[in-house]
């Protein structure tokens, strides 16, 4: 799925083998873009400057009823936790964040950080439980230095990575 939301602001969303990736470019003057043979390629024809930001989403999978979370990134960047239960709130990169009352069951929760490349740490809260059963996304993170997922017994799927250290 490809569409385009344009004014000031060009948002290209598109789903590779299941990711959903997100594009952002802040254009300034005329832009074009072109779509080859199903294949996912982007150009622009800009007479200015162009801006671009490398949002990304981070999906994650808990279960139970509580998580505590983490992420660290690097100052200018912004990030927002997005939980199963429909609320929102905005990261602060080197805090552990709680999440209760999420009940029972798996819960499909993501992050959105606005530049995946400012993200350093992701995974549980430090010497706590995530409760984690999937992560995906991080393929686009490719400074993210440290996945936390110790103890996290229910974890059973880390999708693509990069260079990383995991704990």
């Not at 990261?91 to 009940?103: N, P, R, V, W, Y």
């Amino acid at each position: 799925m490809v569409y385009l939301t344009l004014s000031k602001l060009l948002t290209l969303n598109y789903e590779i083998e299941g990711a959903i990736y997100e594009k952002k470019k802040f254009i300034l003057y005329n832009f074009y873009c072109t779509f080859t043979y199903g294949i996912f390629s982007q150009s622009a024809l800009v007479y200015g400057d162009v801006i671009t930001i490398d949002e990304v989403r981070i999906d994650f999978t808990t279960t139970g009823d509580d998580t505590m979370m983490r992420c660290d990134f690097d100052s200018g960047s912004t990030a927002v936790w997005h939980w199963a239960d429909g609320t929102t709130v905005d990261a602060s990169s080197g805090s552990t964040i709680t999440k209760d009352g999420l009940g029972d069951g798996n819960h499909d929760n993501y992050l959105i950080i606005s530049d995946g490349a400012a993200l350093t740490r992701f995974g549980a809260g430090s010497s706590s439980r995530g409760n984690l059963v999937t992560i995906d996304g991080l393929d686009n993170c490719e400074n993210l230095d440290i996945l936390y997922a110790y103890l996290e017994n229910d974890l059973n799927d880390i999708g693509e990575t990069e260079k990383h250290t995991y704990l």
